[in-house]
């Protein structure tokens, strides 16, 4: 098991990760704090002028096909989309579910060659970030189309934040989501200061050491 760092740690460690990598993928169990490690990075990033895009899919809409890509693309609008070739921006438009006719085209090449050109787009303007919480519930289609973006964007003002869940110890499944060369980072236990920090502003006062000390044990550290 990961020994415990403490949180200011290991959000340092993410940030470091993030500038100097082209992804961060935060992975442990179930509540451990990765969501909110990774929206507290989501919220810097933005505050220093990057575009943003979330999504975060859970496990019943798994077989929904390009639902986490119109999560993702909900915030870029149709007249970014228009500067696209007229093929990759039909079958873009199909897909995120913008265009009148359903059953235009929605070749998965195209659909992915659209999505790296917009994100270059994007990226040329400001840099974008790609926040996707939960990453093992991505639908098959747009788990395609982040593995096509990251092997190929490389050069580009893109860079990737995610999420896995994992058993405790597990080591992630996902990282070929993310761009080559991404940190893969275990969100560890909280330590006792951390756990005495967050009882005491649900409490309203400070716990004994020894109670926050069997706590700790209690949950394995788990806020």
Request: charged fraction near 20%; glycine fraction near 4%; charge should be negative.
């Amino acid at each position: 098991s990961d020994l415990a760092m403490s949180r200011d740690q290991l959000h340092r460690i993410a940030r470091q990760a993030l500038s100097s990598c082209r992804g961060v993928l935060l992975y442990g169990p179930a509540g451990i704090g990765k969501t909110h490690l990774a929206a507290m990075l989501s919220a810097q990033e933005a505050a220093a002028g990057a575009t943003v895009l979330r999504c975060a899919p859970v496990e019943a809409e798994l077989r929904l096909p390009y639902l986490c890509l119109i999560d993702l693309f909900e915030a870029v609008p149709d007249a970014v989309v228009a500067r696209l070739p007229s093929g990759l921006r039909t079958a873009l438009r199909a897909a995120l579910l913008r265009d009148e006719d359903p059953e235009q085209d929605q070749s998965r090449l195209r659909v992915q060659l659209a999505v790296l050109q917009t994100l270059r787009m994007l990226g040329a303007e400001q840099p974008v970030l790609l926040s996707v919480d939960d990453i093992q519930w991505v639908d098959e289609p747009t788990a395609q189309v982040l593995g096509f973006v990251a092997r190929r964007c490389a050069d580009d003002r893109v860079r990737v934040v995610a999420t896995e869940r994992v058993t405790s110890d597990a080591a992630p499944l996902h990282a070929e989501l993310l761009p080559r060369g991404a940190a893969e980072i275990p969100v560890t236990p909280m330590t006792a200061d951390d756990l005495s920090l967050l009882l005491s502003q649900y409490v309203g006062e400070a716990l004994p050491a020894a109670t926050v000390r069997e706590i700790q044990r209690l949950a394995h550290g788990n806020p």
